[in-house]
C-alpha cells in the first residue's frame, strides 16, 4: 500500500481504527476473528493501528496487543490514546495529566499492548489550559524512547499553536469525512501550514458513507447508532443524495461508495490517514483497497463542489433517547460503553 508520513512516521494512507472490536458498534468478532482481521490488514499493507485506553476501558488495549504481539514490532505503528481523566481501574492518588499521571497511564498501556514504547501517543479529548504542559511531558517521553511521536485529539487551532510550540505534534487525531468537514475551516489549514499530519477518524461517518445502511437498518444493544443523530430514520433518508452522490461517483470509477468516501478524504491532504472500523474480511479488504482508487483533481473538485451544495443531517453526537443504550455514559456529546 501507499505510505504517508505523519511526522517521521511512514504510515500506511490507510490505517485500522480498532475501537470497534471491543467497543461502541455492539457485539463485534470472536476475539480469534479479530486478531485474524488485524493480520489480514497487515498482510495487505496496512501497518497502522489505533487505538486507546477509553475504549471498553482497557480492553481494546489488551485485543490490539494481542493481535499485534504476533507481528513484527519494527513494522506496525501503534496509535494509542490517553484520557486525561481517570477512568474506572485507575487506582493511582496522581492528577491524570501530572507528569506523574501521564507516567503511571503509559506503563498500563505498554503492559498491555505488550510492547516498550508506543508510535504515537494521544491526548484524547483535551483538556484546556495545560497544553503546553502535556507538550513539554510528550517530549520528555519522546527523548527516554518510551514514545516515538505525539499528538492531540480533536484539538482547537490554538491548542495546536501553543502545544506545537513546545514540542511538535506529529499528528492530531480528528474525525473527517464527507459528512463532518468541520475542520477544513482551521484546523486543516493549520496542520498542511506546520506539517502537522491529520489523522481521520469516523471516515466512513460510523459506516454511513458505505451506502449500505437505510432507514430500515436495525442497530442492537449498546451500538452508538441507535442515538447518534446521523443515523436516525428521519436523517438517514434526508441524507440520501450523499449517498446518491458517491454511488453515481463509484459506478463511474468502478470501485464502491465506501472506496469514493475514502478515496475523497485522501486527497485532502497528503498528509491525512483515514482509520476506518472494519470488522469483516470484505470490508478490511474493500476499505484499504480504498488507497488504489485514484480521483484526478477535477473529480475532486467536481464531488466537494457538490458536497458544498449539499445540507448534511445529523452527526456523531447523540444526546437524546439515551434510556435506549444499556450501562452507557455521555462524555463530550459521545456515548461510552461502561
Ligand atoms: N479520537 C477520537 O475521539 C476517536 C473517536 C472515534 C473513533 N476513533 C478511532 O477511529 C477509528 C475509526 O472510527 P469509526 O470506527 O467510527 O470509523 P468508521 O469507519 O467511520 O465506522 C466504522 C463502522 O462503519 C462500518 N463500516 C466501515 N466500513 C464499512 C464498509 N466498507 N461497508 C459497510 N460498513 C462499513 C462498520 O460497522 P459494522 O462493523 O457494525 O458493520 C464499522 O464498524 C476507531 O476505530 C477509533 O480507533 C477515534
Not at 490514546?81 to 485507575?90: D, M, Q, R, S, V
Not at 484546556?128 to 514514545?147: D, H, P, R, S, T
Not at 495546536?160 to 464527507?178: F, G, L, N
Not at 483497497?289 to 443531517?313: F, H, K, P, Q
Request: charged share 30%; glycine share 8%.
Amino acid at each position: 500500500m501507499k505510505k504517508r508520513k505523519l511526522g517521521n512516521l511512514e504510515v500506511s494512507a490507510i490505517g485500522m481504527g480498532c475501537m470497534g472490536f471491543t467497543h461502541a458498534y455492539g457485539e463485534g468478532p470472536e476475539e480469534q476473528e479479530g486478531v485474524r482481521l488485524v493480520h489480514k490488514a497487515f498482510e495487505l499493507g496496512c501497518n497502522f493501528f489505533d487505538t486507546a485506553e477509553m475504549y471498553s476501558y482497557f480492553e481494546n488495549e489488551e485485543f490490539v496487543g494481542k493481535a499485534l504481539r504476533e507481528l513484527p514490532r519494527d513494522k506496525v505503528v501503534i496509535s494509542d490514546k490517553f484520557w486525561p481523566e481517570k477512568l474506572p481501574g485507575h487506582t493511582f492518588a496522581e492528577d491524570k495529566l501530572s507528569e506523574a499521571g501521564i507516567r503511571k497511564t503509559l506503563e498500563g498501556q505498554l503492559q498491555r499492548l505488550g510492547t516498550d514504547y508506543i508510535d504515537i501517543y494521544t491526548e484524547h479529548q483535551m483538556r484546556e489550559g495545560n497544553e503546553e504542559e502535556v507538550a513539554f511531558i510528550m517530549g520528555k517521553l519522546i527523548k527516554e524512547g518510551k514514545i516515538r511521536a505525539w499528538g492531540q485529539s480533536s484539538p482547537t487551532a490554538e491548542q495546536i499553536r501553543k502545544a506545537h510550540a513546545v514540542t511538535p505534534i506529529a499528528a492530531i487525531q480528528s474525525e473527517y469525512s464527507m459528512m463532518a468537514r468541520q475542520w477544513e475551516k482551521d484546523v486543516l489549514p493549520l496542520c498542511r501550514e506546520l506539517g502537522i499530519g491529520y489523522v481521520a477518524f469516523s471516515p466512513m461517518a460510523n459506516g454511513f458513507l458505505s451506502g449500505k445502511y437505510n432507514a430500515q437498518t436495525e442497530f442492537k444493544g449498546d451500538d452508538l447508532r441507535t442515538v447518534i443523530t446521523r443515523f436516525s430514520k428521519e436523517n438517514m433518508n434526508r441524507n440520501q443524495p450523499l449517498i446518491d452522490l458517491i454511488t453515481r461517483y463509484a459506478a463511474e470509477k468502478h470501485c464502491t461508495p465506501a472506496q469514493i468516501s475514502l478515496a475523497w478524504d485522501l486527497m485532502a491532504y497528503e498528509s491525512l490517514v483515514p482509520i476506518p472500523g472494519m470488522r469483516r474480511e470484505e470490508r478490511v479488504i474493500e476499505n484499504l483497497g480504498a488507497a488504489d482508487v485514484e480521483l484526478t483533481a477535477d473529480e475532486y473538485a467536481a464531488i466537494t463542489a457538490e458536497l458544498d451544495r449539499l445540507t448534511v443531517y445529523g452527526d456523531r453526537t447523540g444526546l437524546t433517547n439515551l434510556a435506549s443504550v444499556p450501562e452507557s455514559t455521555i462524555d463530550q456529546g459521545e456515548v461510552y460503553k461502561k
